[in-house]
T-cell receptor, first 113, second 114 residues
């Protein structure tokens, strides 16, 4: 079993839809949960991070972490064609001075005009 | 402010050759990490450096090595290239230990091994 599981999609939605992206994980020691957006042939762009459980909102984006279920989500409201990209979840233990990120495979999202 | 920069953008090498990839972090960031991203997969951690010292190493063979310079830039070296080393190599920077949850990635170097 991989430490982080993410459905690769592809996911196709109409413009204006609410998008839900999810990851599950197996390592209960993960403390930080990140979402990255990666456009084709570009580096990942940090969207937001969350510490431990709870919700965090930034504009049209909302991240949720449920540590009891080992499940994290990213919601995108009023999706736009410019949101079309691959979305990567990442997690970290942050033990001492180390803090390498463990990534999911990424979900490819397409928002149709 | 400039983000993380990487060079070269693309590289084509032959099996058995050696390659050096370069990374300059965001100004003020002292930690650099290297990741390998194979097509269709998420990035996989290779190394983390802080203040010129290796602070973490992923599950990669000894053919992979790295170093960090006094100006916090970094190089990743891969010896005896294999076809399976073809990937996008990403560099990420952060302020330092305790801020690894806020890593910013460069555009990557796309390495093709033939």
């Amino acid at each position: 079993q991989k430490e982080v599981e993410q459905d690769p999609g592809p996911l196709s939605v109409p413009e204006g839809a609410i998008v839900s992206l999810n990851c599950t994980y197996s390592n209960s020691a993960f403390q930080y949960f990140m979402w990255y957006r990666q456009y084709s042939r570009k580096g990942p762009e940090l969207l937001m991070y969350t510490y431990s459980s709870g919700n965090k909102e930034d504009g049209r984006f909302t991240a949720q972490v449920d540590k009891s279920s080992k499940y994290i989500s990213l919601f995108i409201r009023d999706s736009q064609p410019s949101d079309s990209a691959t979305y990567l979840c990442a997690m970290s233990v942050m033990r001492g001075s180390q803090g390498n990120l463990i990534f999911g495979k990424g979900t490819k999202l397409s928002v149709k005009p | 402010d400039a983000g993380v920069t990487q060079s070269p953008t693309h590289l084509i090498k032959t099996r058995g050759q050696q390659v050096t990839l370069r990374c300059s972090p965001i100004s003020g960031h002292k930690s650099v990490s290297w990741y390998q991203q194979v097509l269709g997969q998420g990035p996989q951690f290779i190394f983390q450096y802080y203040e010129k010292e290796e602070r973490g190493r992923g599950n990669f063979p000894d053919r992979f090595s790295a170093r960090q310079f006094p100006n916090y830039s970094s190089e990743l070296n891969v010896n005896a290239l294999l076809l399976g080393d073809s990937a996008l190599y990403l560099c990420a920077s952060s302020l330092g230990p305790g801020s690894q949850y806020e890593q910013y990635f460069g555009p990557g170097t796309r390495l093709t091994v033939t």
